[in-house]
């Protein structure tokens, strides 16, 4: 008799666990597909999922910055023009859920063909989720995209040695900039050294890292300068040798 008592009371146990795992899942299982309807219909410009599932009073941040109430996010959704195609899929879902609270996070990999020219890009997104009166809705989203280094280009052999020199930004800061063979390569003071890679003329990049790296020529044709460039905003370092 105990036996049973101890198996029965167990068993609920159990089904009460496998329940609240079962809620969880089933939310976050709905909150997905919700969330993929929502970016099917960014191509054609489908308003009707975002009308439905964005709260009134949602505050959203997309990739450009841009604080949008729930009148400005449904109005951002248009049809691609004509000779555009473009497909959004949603990836590596992730979830906390308490109660009438979801947050949802997850990855968005963009394809987008222009005239038959295809483009990637690659999001992250994290989603607030409430649920009132028995319908989940979203109160709260930010978006951003994943940097990537821009296409390497290839620099001309006969102006590597014009950047290679010191330069200071202020006393004591120096950079060191030095060629290899056909590779470019700068250091800060007693730093590592890093590779240059050309864009396109007197521009380069680091790989993994934001910005650019410009040399400047003054009046005479030499260079006079190094500028760091991140967000349309310099940093100059001046050639000193």
């Not at 079962?22 to 410009?45: C, Y």
């Not at 990049?205 to 006079?224: C, H, I, M, S």
Request: aromatic share 8%; glycine share 10%.
């Amino acid at each position: 008799m105990r036996r049973k008592l101890a198996m029965s009371l167990l068993s609920l146990c159990l089904l009460g666990v496998s329940g609240c795992r079962s809620r969880s899942s089933v939310v976050q299982e709905e909150l997905l597909r919700r969330t993929q309807a929502m970016f099917d219909s960014v191509a054609g410009g489908d308003q009707g999922p975002w009308k439905k599932y964005v709260a009134a009073d949602c505050m959203y941040f997309d990739e450009r910055g841009s604080n949008m109430n729930k009148e400005a996010l449904v109005a951002s959704i248009t049809p691609l023009p004509q000779g555009y195609w473009g497909r959004i899929r949603l990836t590596n879902p992730k979830s906390r859920i308490e109660g009438h609270v979801a947050i949802l996070s997850y990855d968005l990999d963009e394809i987008e063909s222009v005239f038959g020219q295809n483009m990637k890009a690659r999001y992250h997104a994290t989603d607030n989720w409430l649920q009132r009166k028995d319908e989940w809705q979203i109160v709260a989203g930010q978006i951003f995209r994943y940097y990537e280094d821009p296409a390497p280009g290839e620099a001309d052999p006969r102006t590597l040695n014009d950047y290679v020199g010191s330069y200071e930004l202020a006393p004591g800061r120096t950079m060191a900039v030095s060629r290899e063979g056909t590779q470019l390569l700068r250091q800060r003071g007693d730093g590592p050294k890093s590779e240059l890679l050309p864009e396109a003329g007197p521009i380069f990049f680091r790989k993994g890292v934001e910005g650019r790296t410009l040399f400047r020529r003054g009046q005479n044709g030499k260079v006079d300068a190094l500028i760091e460039r991140r967000n349309n905003e310099d940093i100059v370092w001046k050639k000193v040798s």
